[in-house]
Nanobody, 127 residues
Framework: QVRLVESGGGLVQAGDSLRLSCTASVSGRTLSSNVMAWFRQAPGKEREFVAG????????RYADSVKGRFIISSDSAKNTVYLQMNSLRPEDTAVYYCAAKLSGIEVSTTPRDFGSWGQGTQVTVSS
């Protein structure tokens, strides 16, 4: 199992930026997850894919709603994945979750394909 810890959420105004971090750890063995992703869930809505990346950083994928505004990156030496969020909008308000896909290299957008999840970090964007 992979333990994921997110940080970096907060309250900002529309147009501001935030950077989320997700640090992964596995006790007793080397981290083997090939794919990491960020999802978000707003009140009353289903959890939705935001961005995903292979640990190598060579392949990324974004939801249409965040393309051109959000950037996902990884630092394998630190076992950390980042989500740089720019030009934030009120509709970006949600709890953001980091997730690890424990097998395969496809950057899936489906929550059930990810076996480990962080506790979530709240992002609130005021207008």
């Amino acid at each position: 199992q992979v333990r994921l810890v997110e940080s970096g959420g907060g309250l900002v105004q529309a147009g501001d930026s935030l950077r989320l971090s997700c640090t992964a750890s596995v006790s007793g063995r080397t981290l083997s997850s090939n794919v990491m992703a960020w999802f978000r869930q707003a009140p009353g809505k289903e959890r939705e894919f935001v961005a995903g990346i292979r640990w190598s950083g060579a392949w990324t994928r974004y939801a249409d709603s965040v393309k051109g505004r959000f950037i996902i990156s990884s630092d394998s030496a630190k076992n950390t994945v980042y989500l740089q969020m720019n030009s934030l909008r009120p509709e970006d308000t949600a709890v953001y979750y980091c997730a690890a896909k424990l097998s395969g290299i496809e950057v899936s957008t489906t929550p059930r394909d990810f076996g480990s999840w962080g506790q979530g970090t709240q992002v609130t964007v005021s207008s």
